[in-house]
Every structure is written in structure tokens, then in C-alpha cells.
């Protein structure tokens, strides 16, 4: 169609600083606001991790993973037993 390969139209995004995700050509610039966000996301998982690490709360039982939930820990989520 355009008489180039794949691999040479890849190049050419990528140098334009276009990544391909899920299949389509995207723009990978964060906005100032999208990378406080991540800043912020970032601290906020960090922060939750340090008050109840997630690893601590895994079990593996017959080759598969749960996560043990305490009462305490469905008492903060708002669930209900």
C-alpha cells in the first residue's frame, strides 16, 4: 500500500515518540497533570503498602493464590462479613 515494511513505519513512530498500544498509534507525552497523577497514585500505593504489605496477605494453596482477608482489614473497606 505504502510500498514500506512494518518495520520502517514502526521506526518512524516510535522516533515521533508514538507508542503502540493495544493496536493503535498513541502519543506517549504526559501532560504535567498526568504525571502528578502518577506521582501521586504511586505514593498512595506505596504509602497503603507500608501500613498492610499485599505480599503478606497471600497464600498460596494447591499451586493457586488467595489472598487472606482478616476482619479487621474487611472492617476498613467498608465490606461486611
Known sequence: MLNMSKSTIHKHFVKLGYINSFNVWIL???TEKNL????SICDSLYKRN???P???QVVM???SFTIML???NLGESGMNL
Open 28 to 30: 506517549h507525552d504526559l
Open 36 to 39: 502528578m497523577d502518577r506521582i
Open 50 to 52: 507500608e501500613e498492610t
Open 54 to 56: 499485599f505480599l503478606k
Open 61 to 63: 494453596k494447591n499451586g
Open 70 to 72: 482478616s476482619e479487621k
